[in-house]
């Protein structure tokens, strides 16, 4: 049975994509990426021009065939703001039936080898046991195969190293971080599964040991949805696209926000449970959700030792994560403790503001910086130049913040709402957008948000941040611990602690060999755009744009997006979302973004058998080499070649854009940005005003969703 592919349909979906493909702020980097960059280039417009031709020459036949293409092409970028999951594609599930595999240093010097999860774990309760490396699956070479599934199989880390071997607190295996289409999965209590969603990975998987052990692991088909009613591959279209694309017609914000926060919920009960086991110590301060946690280490040797845990900054309550982290710190400082593990493995992001709040309650002397920018287009750019005037006329004629927010106030469509890099609200759009040329593409000049605005706190994380009186550990004196599995938030809060507070960083795992590793393998962008935010905003604008403003819009792709925004919604279950803007590192003046640009930690160590089953042996790991305590050499437990790499804190933080052989500062070339003259201000002042005052009239009429708009869209991962 294979359900067939509606050519009017999917010709439909592939345009309304390539419109908002025009939001991706990376295209000309992925297209031609720098050497620093450690994948292959990918030109995302034109492979789906391409796809689009070829449905359009009967090429395809079959609607799972195409999902999978179209999602191939998105996920050829590695970005984890850059997504989407369609519906014939979460219908079948393949499921890999194989113990938990592990990446493992046995004595913690020696180069890692592939273990079953089970044969570590008997490893740990019995020294003397020793295990028996797996050294083939399917007839390859067991390495060489792990690094395969890693890079062709998942999806969202642009680092070799963080897809090979990310070791999560709640899943502790190589392939540990739960991505969207093909997931390894492991827990001790429930064994550990591959499972490939729409897509067929095999019969069977056979795994050699060393010692001559042959098992065979069959794959195992599941439903992941009610299959009442399908006979055939029509009715399969019926009752997975059509009718699912029917019912799924957008709805309010608050159901979109509703059915994200519900499933992150979800993962944030499992990740609580970890108290149940041994993994994890009890936490001092924490938060049910496992988004903050505050231990002190009761181990000899380390008494001096605090660990800041944080599992997310997607919290339920970002109060509740702010107080918790404010007690914690005040608590350390009552009880004497001297240094402090910053533990952000897996950390995905979540909450913007509370990447902020973290750093300026570890620094609460020093000012935070990261700059961004984001790709300009004529879609972003007759979006801009209406809401940085239509927000502050409702602005000015209220005077309430909430109805200005609404209106697009604060948002990357409000100019005047964001600081250029001397602190200073840009005076218009134009002002802001540029537009500036780098590597090819035109972008935004560079903006820092306007953090030190109480108002703008509150938008940011729902609260107004505070500082503590004094920082509560040296610099010198702490240290973050990574696992290569951090994005989004995460990054901007570690590009803070590295930038500006000039703190070190450890990190575990990778692929088997000696050498440096990044701290941030996951996506290092600024900003992600939701489906659900940006059909918010077009339709805004089309409901207050004067005629004449929607007549230009509607020569650009922007009326695409009006047209059929909703319907790609509906079929990727409000999904799909793209990276919106970049970061840059400050006096890059090549304009980079961040995502290109490797960055060394400072340390890597390799992960031991005790690491999977008590987390305290790694924190100790980690304190003894970073600080020296309990009579330990600082940084002799190192992988070889992983420490001074010139883009660490220790190496002196340059700009580093090769990996391996020569490395240099960025020179001259492609990647200098130019000047571009700057267009005319912002016209149509009175117009725009008369629209602010229509939707001032109406605004009691417009469902005000900040939370799910603001949090599950466009700055829910930055």
Request: glycine share 10%; aromatic share 10%; with cysteine.
């Amino acid at each position: 049975m294979s359900a067939p592919l509606l050519k009017p349909d999917a010709l439909r979906l592939i345009n309304v994509v390539m419109a908002l493909l025009e939001w991706q702020s990376t295209l000309a980097y992925l297209k031609d990426p720098p050497p620093g960059y450690l994948l292959s280039a990918t030109d995302l417009m034109s492979d789906a021009q391409t796809l689009r031709v070829a449905v359009e020459n009967d090429a395809f036949t079959s609607e799972l065939a195409f999902e999978k293409a179209l999602t191939d092409i998105l996920e050829s970028s590695h970005d984890g703001h850059l997504y989407t999951s369609l519906p014939a594609m979460r219908v079948f599930g393949y499921i890999r039936t194989i113990d938990g595999i592990v990446s493992v240093s046995l004595d913690g010097r020696s180069t890692p080898d592939i273990f079953a999860y089970g044969d570590i774990e008997q490893r740990n309760a019995d020294n003397n046991f020793n295990p028996s490396p797996i050294v083939k699956i399917n007839g390859q070479d067991a390495k060489s195969w792990v690094l395969y599934q890693a890079l062709n199989t998942t999806s969202g880390q642009h680092d070799p190293d963080a897809m090979y071997s990310p070791i999560s607190r709640l899943n502790s295996t190589i392939f540990a971080n739960v991505l969207r289409y093909n997931t390894f999965v492991k827990s001790p209590a429930a064994g550990s599964r591959f499972l490939f969603c729409g897509s067929y990975p095999g019969p069977s998987t056979t795994i050699l040991f060393k010692n001559g052990t042959v098992l065979n692991h069959p794959t195992t088909a599941v439903l992941l949805d009610d299959f009442t009613g399908v006979v055939d591959g029509r009715s399969f279209y019926r009752r997975f696209v059509t009718e699912v694309t029917r019912k799924r017609a957008l709805s309010s914000r608050g159901t979109v926000s509703a059915l994200g926060h519900n499933t992150i919920h979800e993962m944030r009960k499992t990740a609580a449970s970890h108290h149940s086991n041994d993994l994890y110590p009890a936490p001092l301060y924490f938060t049910d959700d496992g988004a903050i946690e505050g231990y002190f280490m009761n181990v000899l040797g380390f008494e001096t030792v605090a660990v800041l845990r944080l599992g997310s900054f997607n919290p339920r309550s970002t109060e509740e994560f702010h107080s918790n982290l404010t007690e914690f710190l005040h608590t350390c400082v009552l009880n004497g403790k001297q240094h402090l593990i910053v533990d952000i493995q897996s950390n995905g992001g979540g909450n913007i503001g509370l990447g902020y709040d973290v750093f300026e309650q570890l620094f609460p002397d020093t000012e935070p910086y990261s700059a961004g920018n984001l790709r300009s287009h004529e879609q972003l750019n007759v979006m801009g130049e209406f809401f940085t005037q239509f927000a502050h006329g409702v602005l000015e004629d209220t005077g309430n913040i909430t109805n200005y927010i609404a209106a697009g106030g604060f948002s990357a469509f409000d100019g005047r709402g964001l600081n250029n890099l001397s602190g200073q609200r840009f005076d218009s759009w134009s002002e802001f957008t540029g537009p500036t040329l780098s590597h090819g593409d035109t972008f935004t000049n560079l903006a820092l948000l306007d953090i030190e605005n109480t108002d703008y706190e509150d938008y940011l994380s729902g609260f107004v941040f505070s500082k503590p009186p004094r920082q509560a550990f040296q610099t010198e004196n702490i240290i973050v611990l990574s696992n290569g599995n951090c994005g989004s938030t995460c990054d901007t809060f570690m590009n803070l602690m590295k930038w500006q507070g000039g703190v070190k960083t450890i990190v575990g795992g990778g692929r088997p060999k000696p050498g440096p590793m990044q701290f941030v393998g996951g996506v290092k962008g600024r900003r992600k755009l939701s489906i659900g935010y940006l059909m918010y905003m077009v339709n805004l604008f089309y409901q207050h744009a004067p005629p004449d403003i929607q007549a230009n819009a509607n020569q650009t792709k922007l009326k695409e997006v009006a047209d059929n925004g909703e319907y790609l919604s509906r079929r990727s279950d409000g999904t799909f979302a793209v990276n919106f803007g970049n970061g840059i590192a400050k006096d890059d003046v090549t304009m980079t973004p961040l995502q290109f640009v490797y960055e060394a930690a400072d340390c890597r160590v390799w992960w031991k058998p005790e690491h999977f089953f008590d987390t305290t042996t790694l924190w100790s790991l980690v304190a003894g080499t970073a600080f020296g305590l309990n009579n330990t050499e600082k940084w002799a437990a190192c992988v070889a070649g992983s420490t001074n790499h010139p883009s660490s804190v220790s190496g002196g933080m340059q700009l580093v854009f090769t990996y391996n052989g020569t490395l240099q500062p960025p020179s001259d070339g492609k990647n200098n940005q130019s000047s571009v003259a700057k267009a005319d201000p912002d016209p149509k002042g009175v117009e725009l005003k008369n629209s602010a005052k229509t939707f001032v009239q109406k605004f009691a009429s417009i469902p005000l969703f900040l939370g799910a708009v603001m949090f599950g869209g466009i700055l829910n991962l930055m």
